[in-house]
């Protein structure tokens, strides 16, 4: 291998990708369309929950209840009832996803007791959007319990009677205000790269059998190994680049705190974007149209890193089946180390295993697209 031939097969893939202007779109627009587009559109959490407020009391304590709904920003107060029937008509015609209904007795209950019930309704044809909705009700019903045992105390002296009560305290680390945001963005830079990646190198070596140009590159002195880096080169530092641009964006623009170590984050991304080029490479090489070849790519690569990897759906929540074959998806290994540089602090000796596991499939990936380009035209 020559490095003066390997930097002109690394130019002339450069001045391709300059002239087309497809390519140009991918790589330079469609990170920060997938970045905005991911980042602010897939979200876990759920804010402004219609609701609908059934009070039978309607009194000045119940309202000062029915109004804590709304302080959190989670529940936004759609409609105010005023009849039974009303509440099954509003969940019916999805004005409202979740509903309160305030006992007519309520105050009274509560001074002679120090305790009174508040009931919920819900429509759990969303159950994902329903069962978040209770514990946030929840939430800002233990909010409510606190203020009234306190001011009961005030008034009584003593607390009212608590049998088998338990004195919780939560406490949450690595994401302290349990925002999905910062659970999920880690894993749009993966997904961003494999995308990207993928899709620009897969129109390498096609579109020299499409333009009729590989009678040119094969009649070169370059061999197969300089072919390869040469082509992959230019896509190399344009990933580094798209990937420098989101991890700054993450951080920056989106607020998801950033803990580990920079050189760790980027020598992981250095393997991912290998793994992810090389099969895109692959793929270009045993697949002559580019058309087909982006859509190989697309289910190679994309698939894996939204359904197994862990950034959409939990690994330990799965199957055992499926459990074990994520160990052969590599994009599941880059998306726990950005989460654990990200979110953990992790250092190199934390994640040295997913670090072993990215390099193993580098090095496989790149051998395999090596040996994959031949120079003839059979």
Known sequence: MKLRRLLAMAYKEALQIWRDPRSLAIALIMPLMQMGLLGYGVSLDIKHVPLCVYDQENSQLTRAVTSRFDAGGWFSTTRVLHDPGDLRHAIDAGQCIAAVVIPVNFSRQLAATGSASIQTVFDATDVNTTNIAQGYIQGVVAQVNAQIQAQWQAAHGVSPAQIGAVDLQPSTWFNETLDSRNFIIPGVVAVILALVGAQLT????????????????????????????????????????????????????????????????????????????????????RIRSQLAASQVALYVTLLPTTLLSGY???????????????????????????????????????????????????????????????????
């Open 202 to 285: 897969s129109l390498t070596v096609s579109r020299e059998w499409e333009r009729g140009t590989m009678e040119q590159l094969i009649s070169t002195p370059v061999n197969a190994l300089e072919v390869m880096l040469g082509k992959l080169i230019p896509y190399f530092v344009i990933g580094m680049a798209d990937a420098t641009v989101c991890l700054g964006l993450a951080v920056l623009w989106f607020g998801v705190p950033f803990r580990g170590n920079l050189l760790t984050l980027f020598a992981a991304t250095a393997l991912f974007s290998l793994v992810i080029l090389g099969i895109g490479y692959l793929i270009s090489v």
């Open 312 to 378: 959409t759906f939990p690994i330990d929540q799965m199957p055992r089946a499926i459990q074990a074959l994520t160990l052969i998806v590599y994009p599941r290994y880059y998306v726990t180390i950005l989460r654990g540089i990200f979110l953990k602090g992790s250092s190199l000796s934390d994640l040295w295993q997913p670090l072993l596991a990215l390099g193993i499939f580098a090095v496989l990936i790149v051998w395999l697209a090596s040996r994959a380009f031949h120079k003839r035209l059979d």
